[in-house]
């Protein structure tokens, strides 16, 4: 009887023996890693990892004995961690909507996202005890640079009747929660002022999905002269006209209006980021680039769920449209120098599972035409400097915590052999993309009819 109280446990503790490496000091030699300074790839002598951080980069190690060795062919490469600053964890069955945090966390792990900013959430409290399990090492995953709730609409049960100090007393509490930024959704001009100034005092950063004007929306214009760091999908300005909404103009909008490229200006003046998300709107499109299956993502689903989500892809011409102007704005942006970060925004309704999505959100950056190696930055440093956190994770160099992936394949020769993840290296420690992978199988959504009931 015993023994059968027991084995969930044990399993569950051997599950994790098996996939965690639990070395922090590493030696990686052979192969190629990534400098983000020069773009270039660079021939890796060795590259020393302890207590969790880049000690050394391309040099020997003449003594290797407590070292774990990872011995590297000619064909493999080294990229920082990738940064997914809009990375829901939310999926959505049977019409209810949760914050997923068995399957997502190694899914994304798996896929050499190192670091998630989840872009709003809708169950805080089950991302707060998620980012502290993985930080104890309880639960295998990413780092959850958490985002709290939501401060708008977006929010379940948001109060329309929120005030300025409503906003500073949340900012205050999840800022000692220990979160990494804010996101704004749905939100008034005045409530969005009282959260830049009170997020700025705890030195955290606040981003955006905003709206044109339209009523009592805040435009990304309006938004800048407050002091927002990022905005999330659109560039906004005097092009979005207060009389009707974001979509309904940006579906129409002309990239080469004069009053996109002042907009672009305002954001390179003030250092902000623009968090392109360039593929969101395609999943809802009737075009199929970007959006191949090179993996069998299905296969993480519960059986119950699975079968709830044989046709899921919603076909919105209107987002197929605002797809086609954003190519042509945000390749017009990256050329006037704006600064953009990789986000993904794709909350799964059991097709496209989000850690997946940044190599599809990479390859539609490049097939803009920003080459390969700023691509690559886009995915890495940027993400970390959008953070505030460039001074210790997005590239490979001396002191800073090592988060790597390894993959076959040059992405500077094709941008796609980031999908070709072999090893995954978060604080120096190891796992294998393939472990992580076959772990999360038939974790993701309900297992009945009356699972996941509200």
Do not use: C
């Amino acid at each position: 009887m015993r023994s059968n109280i027991f084995r969930p446990f044990f399993w569950a503790v051997f599950l994790l023996v098996s996939i965690h490496g639990f070395s922090q000091d590493l030696y990686i030699t052979g192969g190629h890693y990534f400098d983000t300074e020069t773009g270039q790839m660079v021939a890796n002598r060795g590259i020393i990892i302890k207590s969790g951080k880049f000690v050394s980069v391309n040099s020997n190690l003449r003594n290797a004995r407590g070292f774990e060795r990872i011995r590297l062919s000619n064909n493999q490469y080294i990229l920082p961690g990738i940064f997914d600053l809009h990375a829901h964890y939310r999926v959505t069955f049977n019409k209810v909507r949760k914050d997923e945090v068995e399957a997502n966390p190694l899914i994304f792990l798996a896929n050499g996202v190192t670091s998630t900013f989840p872009g709003g959430e809708i169950e805080p409290e089950v991302m707060l005890e998620a980012r502290r399990a993985i930080n104890r090492g309880e639960k295998i995953g990413p780092r959850i640079h958490s985002s709290g709730p939501y401060f708008g609409t977006a929010l379940p049960g948001w109060d329309p009747n929120t005030t300025v100090q409503d906003v500073y007393k949340a900012v205050d509490k999840w800022a000692e929660l220990g979160v990494a930024g804010f996101k704004a959704k749905g939100i008034t001009p005045e409530l969005l002022k009282a959260l830049i100034e009170r997020a700025h005092k705890h030195g955290l950063t606040v981003t955006g999905h905003l709206g044109s004007g339209f009523r009592n929306t805040v435009n990304p214009r309006d938004a800048i002269e407050m002091g927002i760091d990022r905005i999330e999908h659109f560039l906004g300005g005097d092009a979005l006209t207060n009389d009707k909404s974001a979509y309904a103009s940006l579906q129409n909008l002309d990239p080469d209006d004069p009053r996109v490229d002042k907009q672009i200006d305002l954001f390179i003046n003030n250092n902000v980021y623009l968090d392109a998300t360039l593929t969101a709107y395609g999943y809802y499109g009737h075009r199929e680039e970007f959006y191949d299956y090179w993996h069998n993502e299905r296969k993480y689903l519960t059986d119950y769920s699975e079968e709830l989500t044989t046709n899921t892809r919603q076909k919105l011409d209107m987002f197929q449209k605002i797809f086609d102007v954003k190519k042509k704005t945000v390749k017009k942006y990256f050329d006037k120098g704006g600064k953009i970060s990789l986000g993904t925004d794709h909350p799964s309704v059991g097709e496209y599972i989000a850690g997946f999505s940044s190599h599809r959100e990479m390859e539609a950056l490049n097939s803009i035409g920003i080459p390969n190696a700023d691509v690559i930055r886009i995915a890495t440093i940027n993400g970390a400097q959008a953070l505030r956190m460039g001074d210790k994770l997005g590239s490979i160099a001396v002191g800073k915590l090592a988060d790597v992936f390894i993959v076959n394949g040059n992405p500077l020769d094709d941008i796609k052999n980031t999908r070709n993840v072999v090893k995954v290296v978060k604080g120096g420690e190891a796992f294998d993309s393939k472990t992580l992978l076959k772990s999360a199988e038939k974790k993701m959504g309900p297992k009945n009819e009356t699972d996941w009931k509200e």
